[in-house]
């Protein structure tokens, strides 16, 4: 057999490099950030959810909780800031799956780019999805009568950790996602694993009430030292709470820090690595 | 060395909770240069695995790989730079448009943000797309997402195109819709393997066929040599009368190169012959000189069922529940 020339026209592809990295990572996160526009759904669960959060919290229990030397919006903000942002990094885990089990992950693993770019691009959409949260729910936080009592680089420190907390939080679920490959088991096990993991904490009522065991529990709970760091940051310290005594609660800033790296150092290059290995079945 | 040279492919899986399932058992396979392939084999023979293996989604266990003289393991980003893969479900994303998916692959490939533009609108063109151009994926039928995924399978143009079941689920308008595209790019000279459960799409599509069964290639060649292999033609009498069958086995029986096979009802009797033409002219010979009275006397050349048959010994479209059994 010869070969013919073809009737499509040849075009010539570029080797991957520095440039082409940054490239794919922005393709695929505006692949993520269409995605946020064209299923409202996201959207409006990420904006309404807060709301609604802040809203229960702060007129259904404000009146039952009492927090020595502070209101119970003022001491909850935190709480609530860290509990949705953790659950915003969960989309990462699901929409892995998702793309892995539509072959989506093939398409791309075919394709002559970056392997961690789809990754990046992932990650990213949750990041955006946390920022539009946090955003909402900083404004109907001050609406409900909640003050940042810090300076504004505090506050602007307090949602950068945040939000990096987040980001990082997003490649483990992204790694989860990609092994458990069922978007409705990531799903189910998020929320069967973080409602216990965000409301044994520090982030509702002060982890000083609760019983022994869950008091323990929460004083170690890395979701409390991002809450207490928060906490710290925009300047909502409860005077008259007792901070739990383990160093993690009484260095909650370092802490967080800590834990954004490992989760970093260890889940960047295992999600890629595990992307480099998946294929639909 | 041909185009694409696969060298006893061995690919293991452990499923949870059950024995280890040997999708590729040394598989070997050769594509020349500017042909279509088809492997045709049964769900679960190692059809997609071996197509995963070549596209570099799959590592294999041993065995090698190359597509022109590159190694699949060793070089796999080479290889994607020059082959164009279209899979089993269409992937495409269903939130982006037809023409926002062609554009993603296009900038994947690194062809620049104009390069890619335009080659989206050219393959929607050609893949008469305009419909899906501006409208998101989700809600549109199979036919279409799969041509959206072929399409993206060919924004670089490749060297080599992997069809994993291209027409599986369709409608048989799709279906022969698809194969018109898949005749269109053939013709073009581009290299094509593709996997197939259909005997039929087998034999449109494809110059050479590579019968594949529990992970390995148990026959190659075209379609007429696969036939010819399992003994050239077959002679057919159906008899107007039973009490003429053990006569007219006895004539069939003389030119045959198998044992009769006698329907229920015993009046069709039909054999394999080595040599068709003459050996109906001989049976019919002697079915007039023994006032033997015939409704239908035929010879027909084996068809590839009858080929899978006889290389498998089971049939080509087989279920899940028996090949699990096997």
């Not at chain 1, 929460?218 to 409860?238: D, H, I, K, M």
């Not at chain 2, 452990?14 to 500017?34: C, E, F, N, Q």
């Amino acid at each position: 057999m010869t070969t013919t020339t073809s009737s499509i026209r040849p075009v010539a592809t570029r080797p991957a490099s520095v440039g082409s990295w940054f490239s794919d990572g922005w393709i695929t996160t505006r692949r993520n950030l269409i995605k946020i526009r064209r299923v409202p759904d996201i959207l409006v669960f990420t904006t309404l959810q807060p709301i609604m959060f802040v809203l229960l919290f702060s007129y259904v229990y404000a009146g039952s909780i009492n927090i020595p030397g502070s209101s119970y919006t003022e001491f909850i903000m935190a709480g609530i800031f860290a509990q949705t942002v953790v659950f915003g990094s969960t989309y990462s885990g699901s929409a892995m799956a998702q793309d892995l089990k539509e072959g989506i992950i093939d398409r791309f693993r075919t394709l002559p780019m970056s392997p961690s770019a789809v990754l990046i691009g992932r990650t990213n959409g949750d990041l955006l999805i946390n920022a539009i949260s946090m955003i909402v729910m900083i404004a109907t936080g001050l609406i409900v009568g909640w003050r940042i009592k810090s300076s504004p680089l505090e506050a602007i420190a307090a949602i950068a950790l945040l939000l990096l907390f987040a980001y990082a939080f997003s490649w483990v679920m992204a790694f989860i996602g990609m092994s458990v490959r069922s978007p409705e088991v990531i799903n189910n096990v998020s929320f069967l694993v973080l409602f216990p993991l965000t409301f044994i904490s520090n982030a509702f009522v002060p982890s000083g009430n609760l019983p022994t065991p869950l008091r323990i529990f929460a004083e170690y709970n890395p979701v409390s030292a991002l809450v207490q760091a928060a906490r710290e940051l925009f300047g909502n310290v409860p005077p008259g709470a007792p901070v739990g005594d383990t160093w993690l609660q009484q260095n909650p800033i370092p802490t967080v820090l800590v834990g954004i790296v490992a989760l970093l150092v260890v889940f960047v290059p295992l999600s890629i690595w595990k992307f480099g290995r998946v294929s639909a079945r | 060395m041909s185009f694409i040279e696969a060298r006893d492919l061995v690919k293991t899986y452990t499923p949870r909770g059950a024995p280890v399932v040997r999708a590729l058992d040394g598989l070997s396979l050769s594509v020349p240069r500017g042909t279509v392939t088809a492997l045709l084999g049964p769900n679960g023979a190692g059809k997609t695995t071996t197509v995963k293996v070549l596209t570099t989604l799959v590592t294999a266990d041993s065995g090698t790989a190359t597509i022109d003289g590159i190694d699949v393991a060793a070089d796999g980003g080479d290889i994607r730079r020059i082959i164009g893969v279209s899979g089993q479900y269409a992937a495409v994303d269903e939130n982006l448009t037809g023409f926002e998916n062609l554009d993603m692959v296009g900038r994947l490939y690194h062809l620049g943000a104009k390069a890619s533009r335009a080659r989206a609108k050219e393959l929607i063109e050609l893949f008469d797309l305009t419909e899906a151009q501006n409208r998101p994926v989700k809600g549109f039928s199979g036919g279409m997402r799969r041509r959206i995924d072929l399409a993206g399978a060919l924004v670089t143009d490749p060297q080599v195109l992997f069809l994993d079941e291209p027409t599986t689920g369709l409608d048989p308008r799709s279906r022969i819709g698809m194969w018109d595209i898949i005749t269109r790019l053939v013709a073009g000279g581009t290299t094509v393997l593709l996997t197939t459960q259909y005997l039929e799409e087998a034999d449109q599509l494809a110059d050479d066929i590579a019968v594949i069964d529990h992970g390995k290639v148990i026959a190659q060649g075209t379609s007429d040599e696969l036939k010819s292999s399992i003994g050239g033609q077959r002679i057919e009498l159906t008899l107007v009368s039973e009490d003429d069958t053990p006569a007219a086995t006895e004539i069939l029986r003389a030119v045959a190169s198998s044992e009769p096979e006698v329907s229920t009802d015993r009046r069709t009797i039909a054999v394999n012959v080595a040599h068709g033409p003459a050996a109906l002219r001989a049976v019919l010979a002697d079915v007039e000189e023994r006032s033997i009275r015939l409704h239908d006397a035929g010879m027909q050349r084996p068809s590839l069922d009858d080929v899978f048959l006889q290389l498998t010994g089971h049939a080509a479209t087989i279920d899940d529940e028996s090949e699990k059994a096997s």
